[in-house]
């Protein structure tokens, strides 16, 4: 059975640091890219960081300089380094996984930012 699942939430404060981890387990097929999304309630989910299989990165302006995406092909985990965090980056993170032909969703973990 295919999951993804994503770990490293919590309540930082603003200013502070959080690194989120995204890992695909139950497949055997090629992963191409790999992305982070974010949502607040009331809001369409908002694309943040994208890494393909190559290692080539994009970012949200609104994220740029301040969150680093990574990826270990070895292990089918992403990563995302968050740093001078904002509280509006307040928001459920997702990851989505890419193959050929498929993509699949991870449940979300929840990043708060206090001021």
């Known amino acids: 059975q295919v999951q993804v699942v994503e770990s490293g939430g919590g309540l930082v404060q603003a200013g502070g640091s959080l690194k989120l981890s995204c890992v695909l387990s139950?497949?055997?097929?090629?992963?191409?890219?790999m992305d982070w999304y974010r949502q607040v309630p009331g809001k369409q989910r908002e694309l943040v960081a994208t890494?393909?299989?190559?290692?080539?990165?994009n970012y949200a302006h609104s994220v740029k300089g301040r969150l680093t995406v990574s990826r270990d092909n070895a292990k089918n985990t992403m990563y995302l380094q968050m740093s001078s965090l904002k509280p509006e980056d307040t928001a459920v993170y997702y990851c989505?996984?890419?193959?050929?032909?498929?993509?699949?969703w991870g449940q979300g973990t929840q990043v708060t930012v206090s001021s």
């Open positions: 139950g497949s055997a097929f090629s992963i191409n890219a």
């Open positions: 890494i393909t299989s190559g290692g080539i990165t």
């Open positions: 989505n996984v890419q193959g050929g032909t498929w993509n699949y």
